[in-house]
């Protein structure tokens, strides 16, 4: 075993809320070293289509103001977000535009020059930023060079396996350099979490093969909580069949969802916002269709477009164009496109306070892999790229300021042997299922019993598939050596297992509907028991805890739109 380090912050994941943890940290004077499991520019924040929320002063409706994008984040979260979260990030959403924009972010704009916005589900006016459809790309691009000129150390397709720590702090990362094969103990006084979301586990997901959400199953067994995971976002509108995101941008810029009969059902739903109602709302009410017979054979429904013309979606949805070409063989400016809905978003995660800082000490958590909680039981689209700059910022800066006032104290050898012994485990494996069988099962069944709509019967039937799955993926062998793809697939494959656990965990747990946590044993949200957050603390099996919710200004309402 190589050891390296130590260093005073750690940061896993080259993701926008990894580069922005990385570039504050190294500008407070602390000694960064970021790993990433991929090229941090290949990270899902690339794929980040419609756009990032802000009020702009000057550049915005003049009835918005960062309260009125609050209180449209807590309504769009069923009241689950905690108020002081989200406030603190609609007001420095501002501040963290114009910084993007002066370091390179080239944002669409309006005729007069100012940045563009467009609307966006569950935001009451249009504040949706946005470079055409290609937002991500160039918010992260922009934040791997400024993090290079930081001189932010990166070491890419370093696997990390583990957070190395004794339950109470951290004493750096165990993983793998996938090139070399060769196993490394990175030591670090601090690490910060921001490995991105989980959608993977899925049949059908938006999300990349890199979305395995390994920082949950790492961040559990370090001794961190994780928060609200029975959450998981179902995006309307996925290509069918290939399941690519076709982004909210295209309904935000006019979009019409119809069913086989010609309809535009929303109105049945939602008959004010109608296809800009929350993702929740939107995603049932297809699902809904489909069910009674009003969707198309093989089951989805179709987005038009082609009343906007050819030259706004040329302009403002070229991918939405090019990928409905390329894998639909559909040209929205003379067709409308076939949908259907994907897992998109993992609205839980590893529990932070506001500066991302863990239970366990030195541990801290960012953007997706993170719940601080700013989005609650459902998020608004164009919020999550806005969250992985604002609290990737504030993670940074209090790992930071955690490591600079610290020596770094040596490991525990249990700790480091335990962490060895795990990354190699596979390697020592004669015969089991192939990883892609176990994959193929989980995706199944969490998409048939803890998908959109979920009861007891049907987790309790998920459950005892995913124990079944998490003995099995103790026996899935993987190749030592160099190019150890192999091996990254099973630890991901493991920690997928895992992840599931907890999410229909949780949503059994959960006996209530709120969000995009449908239960139809339980079909209506019910305050007195359940506005709280669910906290799982792993203990050789999860053991729950209900928190409060934060609420500051806006007490419950019935959620209409
Ligand atoms: C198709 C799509 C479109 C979206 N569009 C929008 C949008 O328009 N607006 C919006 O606000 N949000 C959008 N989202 C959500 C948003 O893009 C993500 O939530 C956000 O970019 C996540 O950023 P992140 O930095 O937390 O993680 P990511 O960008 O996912 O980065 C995770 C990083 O962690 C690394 N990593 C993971 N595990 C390990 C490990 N074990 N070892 C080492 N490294 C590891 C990966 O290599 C990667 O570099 C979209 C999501 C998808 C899937």
């Not at 490394?184 to 601090?190: D, G, L, R, T, V």
Request: glycine residues 10%.
């Amino acid at each position: 075993m190589e050891q390296i380090g130590p260093f005073d912050v750690l940061v896993v994941g080259g993701g926008l809320a990894g580069l922005r943890a990385a570039i504050e940290a190294k500008r407070l004077g602390a000694s960064v070293l970021l790993v990433a499991k991929s090229h941090p520019l290949r990270s899902h924040s690339s794929a980040a289509e419609g756009g990032i929320a802000a009020y702009i002063e000057g550049a915005s409706d003049p009835n918005d103001s960062p309260l009125q994008h609050a209180y449209d984040t807590v309504k769009g979260s069923d009241w689950l977000a905690d108020q002081d979260a989200v406030e603190l990030m609609t007001k420095d959403a501002e501040r963290a535009i114009i910084e993007m924009e002066k370091w390179g972010c080239l944002f669409s704009r309006d005729p007069d020059g100012k940045i563009a916005r467009r609307p966006f589900g569950g935001h009451t006016y249009p504040r949706t930023r946005f470079a055409a459809d290609k937002t991500g790309m160039c918010l992260l691009h922009t934040a791997f060079e400024r993090a290079l000129a930081e001189g932010v150390e990166m070491l890419y397709e370093f696997y990390v396996t583990d957070v190395v720590s004794d339950g109470e702090r951290v004493y750096g990362v165990y993983g793998f350099d996938v090139k070399s094969g060769e196993d490394i103990f990175i030591k670090s006084k601090s690490v910060v979490l921001a490995t991105g979301g989980g959608g993977l586990m899925y049949k059908f997901s938006t999300n990349s093969y890199l979305n395995s959400g390994d920082g949950y199953a790492i961040a559990a067994r370090a001794g961190a909580k994780l928060a609200d995971m029975e959450f998981i976002q179902f995006h309307p509108t996925a290509l069918y069949p290939t399941n690519i995101l076709i982004t909210e941008a295209a309904r935000g810029e006019g979009g019409y969802l119809i069913n086989k009969e010609g309809e535009r059902f929303m109105k049945r739903y939602a008959p004010d916002r109608m296809e800009l109602a929350p993702r929740d709302l939107v995603a049932r009410a297809i699902v809904n269709e489909i069910r009674e017979g009003r969707g198309f054979e093989g089951g989805y429904v179709l987005l038009d477009l082609t009343h906007l013309g050819e030259e706004k979606i040329k302009e403002r949805l070229p991918l939405v164009r090019e990928v409905s070409i390329k894998f639909a063989k559909v040209d929205p400016v003379k067709e409308p496109i076939p949908v259907r809905p994907a897992a998109h978003y993992t609205m839980g995660g590893v529990k932070t306070d506001l500066d991302g800082a863990t239970n366990v000490k030195g541990l801290f958590a960012a953007g997706e892999a993170a719940c601080v909680s700013v989005h609650g039981a459902n998020r608004l689209g164009s919020n999550s790229l806005l969250e992985t700059l604002v609290f990737g910022r504030r993670a940074g800066m209090a790992a930071a300021s955690y490591a600079l006032s610290r020596s770094y104290p040596e490991p525990p050898k249990e700790a480091l042997r335990e962490a060895e012994a795990r990354l190699w485990a596979p390697t020592t494996i004669e015969s089991g299922l192939p990883f892609g069988e176990i994959r193929k099962r989980l995706g199944e069944v969490m998409w048939e019993k803890v998908g959109i709509e979920r009861n007891e019967e049907g987790l309790k039937e998920a459950l005892k598939e995913i124990a079944e799955l998490l003995r099995l993926s103790k026996y899935v062998k993987g190749e030592k050596g160099p190019g150890a793809y192999e091996l990254v697939a099973v630890h991901e494959t493991i920690n997928m297992v895992f992840n599931a656990y907890a999410v229909a965990t949780a949503a059994l747990w959960r006996r209530e509907s709120r969000g995009a946590h449908f239960r139809t044993d339980y079909p209506k949200r019910n305050d007195s028991e359940w506005l709280y957050h669910t906290v799982m603390s792993w203990r050789g099996e999860w053991v729950m805890e209900k928190e409060p919710v934060v609420i500051t200004r806006w007490p419950p309402e019935e959620r209409k739109y």
